[in-house]
């Protein structure tokens, strides 16, 4: 399968620790964006790549959260000193330039 | 992007078409309706999408007024694994854009 694939799928952490999750997107994508999404909730827009240059962070990415894709392949989030509300599922999705965006299976994140 | 509106819920036998209306009434010229949709558990997928002309293909049929000022996704014949929340979305999608996603609406197909 060479779709967008996402590790872990799931992580169990406690509060206070930092946690990182990988993105691999499909081949020769160069967008590559990330989300967060709660429960009845639509996807909210984290963060997104062109390439290895990110281009936007939503005001939702604090300082706890960095971003990286380091030339411009796969990408990894990462999330400091995790908090309760930073539980949620996180989506990867990529694209070929501005076409429609792959996503994956999500990583859901569990912050006793 | 231009802000769209959909109902929250809806209802439709399977076997049946089921018709997904949304409204964007602010859309601009260049921005294209898109619509994906997200099944239980999983990351959402791409339906269809379309600028001024109605398109088809092998999911789905999108109907957008001539105004642009609202569309319709078309299941041609629900099944029950069409249950999902769908959404639609308005975006340049240019280099300064991204997907925004709203609320959706949540399809649920009835045997």
């Known amino acids: 399968d060479t779709g967008v694939s996402q590790n872990p799928r799931h992580k169990i952490t406690k509060r206070g620790q930092n946690v990182t999750f990988r993105c691999d997107p499909i081949?020769?994508?160069?967008?590559l964006y990330w989300y967060r999404q709660t429960l009845g909730q639509g996807p909210e827009f984290l963060t997104y790549?062109?390439?290895?240059?990110?281009?936007?962070k939503s005001r939702l990415l604090s300082d706890r959260f960095s971003a990286e894709r380091p030339k411009g392949s796969f990408s990894t989030l990462e999330i400091q000193r995790t908090e309760q509300g930073d539980s949620a599922m996180y989506l990867c999705?990529?694209?070929?330039?501005?076409?429609?965006?792959?996503f994956g299976q999500g990583t859901r994140l569990t912050v006793v | 992007d231009a802000k769209t509106t959909q109902p929250p819920s809806m209802d439709c036998a399977e076997g049946r078409a089921a018709n997904l209306p949304c409204n964007h009434s602010?859309?601009?010229?260049?921005?294209?309706v898109y619509w994906y949709r997200q099944i239980h558990s999983q990351g959402p997928q791409y339906i269809i999408h379309?600028?001024?002309n109605n398109e088809t293909n092998e999911m789905a049929s999108l109907i957008i007024t001539e105004d642009r000022k609202s569309s319709t996704l078309i299941l041609p014949h629900a099944t029950l694994r069409d249950t999902a929340v769908y959404y639609c979305?308005?975006?340049?999608?240019?280099?300064?854009?991204?997907?925004?996603f709203g609320k959706g609406t949540r399809l649920h197909i009835l045997p």
């Open positions: 999705a990529s694209s070929l330039d501005y076409s429609e965006a792959f």
């Open positions: 081949s020769e994508h160069n967008r």
């Open positions: 790549f062109q390439n290895e240059a990110q281009l936007e």
């Open positions: 602010t859309i601009s010229g260049n921005e294209y």
């Open positions: 379309g600028l001024k």
């Open positions: 979305i308005a975006t340049l999608m240019n280099r300064d854009d991204k997907i925004i």
